[in-house]
């Protein structure tokens, strides 16, 4: 696994002591405030290919005829 975090400025409060952590494998983001309390976590999923062809198709993009293998 992969990590990193870095300070920003918070855009409920426009505080400084925001913190944001990034991992790889698992995926996954996270932030946090430390002067508000503002937090966000990211989740992961996986969109079938109807759901997926479904966003495609509302941003003119072609539909798939089966998902990317993943590795």
């Known amino acids: 696994m992969s990590s990193s975090n870095y300070n920003d400025i918070c855009p409920k409060c426009g505080g400084d002591e925001y913190t944001i952590t990034q991992n790889t494998r698992p995926f996954s983001m996270s932030s946090e405030c430390f002067d508000c309390g503002f937090y966000m976590y990211s989740e ?25 293998e993943q590795y």
């Not at 079938?48 to 062809?53: M, Q, S």
């Not at 495609?56 to 998902?67: G, I, N, Q, S, T």
């Open 44 to 68: 992961e999923g996986q969109s079938t290919l109807e759901e997926l062809n479904e966003l495609r198709e509302e941003l003119d993009m072609p539909k798939l005829k089966k998902l990317k």
